[in-house]
């Protein structure tokens, strides 16, 4: 039944490239850091950094600075 899983893996993926189109930036995540620290026995401190990269493509130019001043 593997072939059957496959099949309805890529019809699912499909339907999913027809109703939300890739978008023109490609985000990847590079890095991803948690620090914990605990501050009592209710309390815990959390800090979560997130390193993405985003790529554009060259014909988008919505947030392209437009050089006027």
């Not at 496959?6 to 850091?33: E, F, M, S, T």
């Amino acid at each position: 039944m593997l072939w059957f899983t496959r099949i309805c893996r890529h019809a699912g993926l499909l339907i999913h490239d027809v109703v939300k189109p890739v978008d023109r930036k490609q985000k990847c995540r590079v890095n991803k850091q948690v620090e914990e620290k605990k501050v009592s026995s209710t309390v815990t401190l959390r800090r979560t950094t997130i390193d993405e990269i985003e790529i554009r493509k060259p014909d988008d130019q919505s947030d392209a600075p437009s050089g006027e001043a």
